[in-house]
């Protein structure tokens, strides 16, 4: 497992342990590329095209006009790929030792953060769903609460089997964790006088 203990994010409590940082799979953001690249091999395809099916408008008003055209295209490109890198770089999910954090970008400027206490977490579902996702190991966990917000989604993770046992795991040391603080809290209110 990787070190994360140079990692911080805002919000993150004293003593907190980073335990995992997550994004989507390589091939979710490779699919979002696939148009990009059919987009990319048209307009290579016309620009190459255009001048050999018609030599008579290359030089005229109309060949200024495609090529302006084509900027166009190409730029459009650009802002539409630069968007899906961004989508996926700022997706993040980050397991602690204490929460899950979910921090979702929505748009260019728009982002959504919310967050999962280990203790309310009530089931866990693993989906991979897929010929290539079983074989690349990346899939959907969803996460089941006992809070406002009743499911939490992880979308397209790499190796979500692990980070399921991960989470199972974490919850199940927060849960012991607290029936102890609860004993401790018990026994000094029924024996007040002596020293557990």
Known sequence: MRDYSKFHFDGQKDG???????????????????????????????????????????????????????????????????????????????????RIVNIEQKALFSRCISELELEKVQDITTEVRGVIPTFLNYGDIQVQTAGEQEKFLFRNVPDPYSIKDLIMSLQKKQEHREENIFSEMIAKKVYPHTNL
Do not use: C, K
């Open 16 to 98: 907190e342990q980073i335990l995992l940082v997550l994004h989507r799979h390589w091939f979710d953001i490779l699919s979002q590329f696939f148009l990009i690249f059919g987009m990319l091999f048209l307009f290579i395809g016309s620009f190459v095209s255009f001048p050999l099916i018609y030599p008579d408008l290359w030089g005229s008003f109309s060949g200024n006009l495609f090529l302006f055209l084509e900027n166009l295209f190409f730029m459009l490109i650009w802002v539409i790929a630069f968007l899906i890198w961004i989508d996926y770089y700022f997706d993040i999910w980050i397991v602690t030792d204490r």
